[in-house]
């Protein structure tokens, strides 16, 4: 009540405005969502598309159930959800230092930075035997993937970050005797917080990529050892219901980032 009385009845409109767009926003993102969905069922029970080549939303839900009841389903979710993790984890926090090595002088970032695109460009869906043979097959083979699929995007991201910081203000840090320990603390990491919270955001995305290219070319179990199996013995069902479960986990680990970054941001 307080806030209210203190604020001009324009401010209060505004304020109104941004909350009615937010609500249509969010509303208009489950219409779209539960639109799909219909179209999709409908499509499929009335035989416009073929519901054994792209299942429905109602056979997605049988196979949850039955995934569910013999209990593969936290198995599998579980074991995919680890290796995401863990690699994004340390892409973020490796490459995170690493950028920080890089802004730290500008001669190995120089000679550096060259490879770091290269290594970028490679399509790592081709070092896959090559990880197969240096590490074998398993968690830490998928988990090996996860990272470098990740890990140079956040490299590039961070470092961009830093170096984008207001040049007036590294001026000013230096004629206030700053070292650069100080101006990385107490400017440089704070001042690059908005682009770090988008690097996490991306590598989100590309975290899911690489544990999923690392399932495919060895796994026992998880959701891409689903969509492999699935595809090769026809049960399409199966790969719809794991992509299903992969855009459910994918878009809550993003909400979480997208919290953190409104708590984080604010502070600074």
């Not at 056979?59 to 863990?86: F, Q």
């Not at 990491?189 to 908005?194: F, G, K, Q, T, V």
């Not at 999923?212 to 070319?217: A, F, L, P, V």
């Not at 399409?236 to 980032?257: H, K, R, S």
Request: glycine letters at 8%; a positive charge; one cysteine or more.
């Amino acid at each position: 009540m307080k806030k209210n009385m203190n604020c001009s009845r324009e401010h209060l409109a505004y304020l109104k405005k941004i909350r009615r767009n937010k609500i249509l926003i969010f509303t208009l993102r489950w219409l779209i969502l539960v639109a799909i969905l219909g179209l999709w069922e409908l499509m499929a029970h009335f035989k416009v598309i073929d519901p054994f080549i792209t299942s429905s939303p109602s056979r997605v839900i049988k196979t949850l159930s039955s995934l569910y009841k013999s209990g593969e389903l936290t198995k599998h979710i579980g074991i995919t959800l680890g290796e995401t993790l863990a690699g994004f984890a340390i892409a973020v926090i490796a490459g995170y230092f690493i950028a920080i090595l890089l802004w730290s002088s500008e001669t190995v970032r120089a000679v550096v930075e060259p490879y770091i695109v290269v290594l970028n460009s490679l399509p790592k869906i081709a070092l896959g035997p090559l990880i197969i043979i240096w590490i074998g097959t398993g968690y830490s083979a998928i988990i090996f993937m996860t990272v470098i699929v990740s890990i140079i995007l956040c490299i590039m991201n961070t470092l961009a970050g830093f170096i984008a910081v207001d040049s007036t203000k590294l001026t000013l840090m230096k004629a206030m005797g700053a070292g650069r320990i100080a101006t990385l603390t107490k400017l440089i990491m704070p001042a690059s917080l908005p682009t770090l919270m988008n690097t996490l955001k991306v590598a989100v995305g590309l975290s899911w990529i690489g544990s999923i290219m690392g399932e495919y070319i060895s796994s026992r179990a998880g959701l891409g050892y689903l969509i492999v199996y699935g595809g090769q013995v026809m049960r399409l069902d199966l790969v719809m219901t794991a992509t299903f479960i992969l855009c459910i986990l994918a878009a809550c680990m993003y909400g979480i980032i997208a919290i953190i970054e409104r708590i984080v941001v604010k502070q600074f």
